[in-house]
Each structure stands twice: as structure tokens, then as C-alpha cells.
């Protein structure tokens, strides 16, 4: 059973860019949560999508879009992008009731 | 205004030895309280969690005390293995088990053998 995997797992891009993250969560689970972590802090709550909706939201600018699909799959987009949005990008996933599962994650590096 | 902290950025343990990893937070509304552990170039990988309604969790190896009068829990790891070494993050969340979670700064364990 493959767990939650992310893509890409590494990407480069420069100020004022736009950038998509993909997530498919772990078999069996229907909710999305991203979170972002930079160097030395813990994850911070992004934003969780439920039946195609977002749930719940973190304190993060419009910037910050997502979106979830009917397999349950999710994107992070991220437009005009700054320095300080370099950082890891963590997906989450689960069921009603259950602990999240993370992804990998995504490495973003803005130059 | 940090509501997760783990004040302890770093722990060094001899193997066998008890692993005693501590968090404080300020938010009352919490109701579930979890610890990831996270290797590096992974994610978090969730270890145990506990409800609010308890005092205490028990996995194996890892135990969870949780003091609200004090607004503290630990996670207690008997007996330490290396393959413990790794950052551990304590979160909590006021929505359960599938709420945001607030996550503290990570404490990084070193266990040696």
C-alpha cells in the first residue's frame, strides 16, 4: 500500500514565479492537509481539503491556492513567489477521525 | 506567539536508557495532542497521540503523559535504540485527531549507543 507521495521532490525557482506541488494521499483517504516547514521550525498549517473543498485555512496570504480533486488528489499552487517562500512543502493525509499521514514532501527553493 | 514549544532543542540519551522529551502549550482549547518523529529528506512519521480526556498513552516503547493543569505532555521512549535518533515534533490540534495541527519547533534526540 503506498503511503502519501508528493511531486516533484525538489524544484528551483526564481521571485515573482508561480509554482504547482501535487499530492496523492495515502490509499483509502479522503482528506488533504499542506503544511509548510522551514529550516529550523516546525510544520506550519497551510490548508486541508475535504470533498473537494478547503476546510480549514492557516494564516497564509491569497498566495497560497489549492485545490482537490474527485480521486482525492491535491495541488498547492503558489503564485508570485518571494525568498521567504523557500521551504518544505508537506502533505498530509486522512480519514475522518484517524492521525494525518505525511508525504515526503517537496523542496522549494526560491532564488 | 508560539502555542506548541518544545524548549529543548536537542536530547542526547545513552542506548537503553530512558528518553524523556517534554512540550508545553498555551492554548486551552487543545483537545488531541500527537508526536511525529522526522529522519531526514522525510516527513513526519506519527508515533502516538493522545486525547485530551486522558492522562496517559501507551505504545510499545513510547508513552505519553499529558498534565493540563500544567499544560505539559512528555513522551517517554524505554529503552532508547539509535534508530530513535531523529527530531521529534510534538503538535496538538482543537479539532481532533483531523483538525490543523500546531506544531512545536522539534527536539532533535541523539541516542548513542
Known amino acids: 500500500d503506498a503511503g502519501v507521495t508528493q511531486s516533484p521532490t525538489h524544484l528551483i525557482k526564481t521571485r515573482g514565479q508561480q509554482v504547482t506541488l501535487r499530492c496523492s494521499p495515502k490509499?483509502?483517504?479522503?482528506?488533504v492537509s499542506w503544511y509548510q516547514q522551514a529550516l529550523g521550525q516546525g510544520p506550519q498549517f497551510i490548508f486541508q481539503?475535504?470533498?473537494?473543498?478547503?476546510?480549514q485555512r492557516g494564516n497564509f496570504p491569497d498566495r497560497f491556492s489549492g485545490h482537490q480533486f474527485p480521486n482525492y488528489s491535491s495541488e498547492l499552487n503558489v503564485n508570485a513567489l518571494l525568498l521567504g517562500d523557500s521551504a518544505l512543502y508537506l502533505c498530509?493525509?486522512?480519514?475522518?477521525?484517524?492521525?494525518?499521514?505525511f508525504g515526503p514532501g517537496t523542496r522549494l527553493t526560491v532564488l | 506567539d508560539q502555542q506548541v514549544k518544545q524548549n529543548s532543542p536537542s536530547l542526547s540519551v545513552q542506548e537503553g536508557r530512558i528518553s524523556i522529551l517534554n512540550c508545553d502549550y498555551t492554548?486551552?482549547?487543545?483537545?488531541?495532542f500527537l508526536w511525529y518523529k522526522k529522519y531526514p529528506a522525510e516527513g513526519p512519521t506519527f508515533l502516538i497521540s493522545i486525547s485530551s480526556i486522558k492522562d496517559k498513552n501507551e505504545d510499545g516503547r513510547f508513552t505519553v503523559f499529558l498534565n493540563k493543569s500544567a499544560k505539559h505532555l512528555s513522551l517517554h521512549i524505554v529503552p532508547s535504540q539509535p534508530g530513535d535518533s531523529a527530531v521529534y515534533f510534538c503538535?496538538?490540534?482543537?479539532?481532533?485527531?483531523?483538525?490543523?495541527?500546531?506544531f512545536g519547533k522539534g527536539t532533535k534526540l541523539s541516542v548513542k549507543p
Open positions: 490509499s483509502g483517504h479522503d482528506t
Open positions: 481539503y475535504y470533498e473537494e473543498e478547503e476546510r
Open positions: 503538535a496538538a490540534s482543537t479539532g481532533g485527531s483531523q483538525g490543523n495541527l500546531i
Open positions: 498530509a493525509s486522512s480519514l475522518v477521525s484517524h492521525e494525518q499521514f
Open positions: 492554548n486551552s482549547m487543545f483537545d488531541y
